[in-house]
């Protein structure tokens, strides 16, 4: 556990500072307050957690291999990371992959998320403002709209309402 939490960090330190260590920190706290009020595996979820940004099922069994965690365990962990990501989550079964999927996903959202995504877009990205404005606001939308847990959504939800209000006060969608 601890090689692999040293390992999940050197890989973040080494990403954009949108996903740096601060992200890995965030999403390991989101996912245990999610697995505690969804009543998800603490173990699972954390590892998950910790290796979510891979977005790499053989990967991320490759990792758990060398870290020497069981095979019955690699497989439910594996999921998590497999399924966090929009165009992946629909596959996502257990109430530990959609934990892992809200605790990265909420970070997108509201404010904080819009901001967080705009800044990565004009530097990392390198997007255009214009362009890196509007893909932001789209992945603030649709992170809201496939939230997965019913914590997540209630948490989620109360963020993206209270930004759109504000945007819809200067005019801006
Ligand atoms: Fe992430």
Redesign the pocket.
Known sequence: MTGLLKRAREFHRAKDFV?GVS?LRR?REYARMLAHKEHADMRIVDLGAML??LHDGKLALQWLKDAGVGEKTAKRVVECVAC?HPDAIHEAKSIEAKVVYDA?KL?WLGFAGFFRELFCNMTARKQPFSIAWNNANKIEAESAARLQTRTGQKIGMRRHRRFRLFMETLHIH
Do not use: I
């Open positions: 996903h992200h999403t979510h940004q966090c990265d970070q």
